[in-house]
């Protein structure tokens, strides 16, 4: 099964040249550190910074230089600085390519959950709903069982909404599966993660063709 860390890796491939990303708190902020070198991307976070690098090393950091999820990061030279409106407004008039989110649960259908467990105190919802509303490529990153093993891909999510319909492919520490009208079409397994086994972890129905590949994560 893939670390956090490699889970990032696998979903940096989906990364193109000239794109424009927003990640999300969690596992998606790790996918800055495993960018190709030889292409140019555009970082943005909500809270106001277009051009974030990867995490600074232990002892770089500056505590004015955060994201939305207030970790500390680095800028790449000719990064900006922008009020949340300015933010907003970029995600809203969708300039942003490609959104990578985590996620409590996730649907065949490409329903997402992931702000709110009902009893549990949060802050707010952040920017999760602009982002999935606005966004035509959304990826989650994600565990595919919760602490109990229960699976987190389902059926139908049983948290309160974050968007509807709206994701595109989820990679997990055991798979890679794509969204189809169909339900989910399993794409790539985790090295050394047999079908049976993801199968069995799964709650929703898999799609299956063919043999399915090993994620390639080097």
Known sequence: MLTKEEIAKRIAQEVKDGYYVNLGIGIPTLVANYVRNDISVEFQSENGVLGMGPFPFEGEEDADLINAGKQTITTLPGASFFDSALS??????????????????VAENGDIANWKIPGKMVKGMGGAMDLVASADNIIVAMMHVNKAGESKILKKCSLPLTGVGCVKKVVTELAVMEITPKG???????????????????????????????????
């Open 88 to 105: 907003f407004g970029m995600i809203r008039g969708q300039h942003v390519d490609l959104t990578i989110l985590g996620a409590m649960e």
């Open 184 to 218: 989910f079409k399993l794409i790539e397994r985790a090295p050394g993660v047999s079908v049976e086994h993801i199968i069995a972890a799964t709650e929703a129905d898999l799609i299956i063709e063919g043999d399915i590949p090993e994620m390639k994560i080097d």
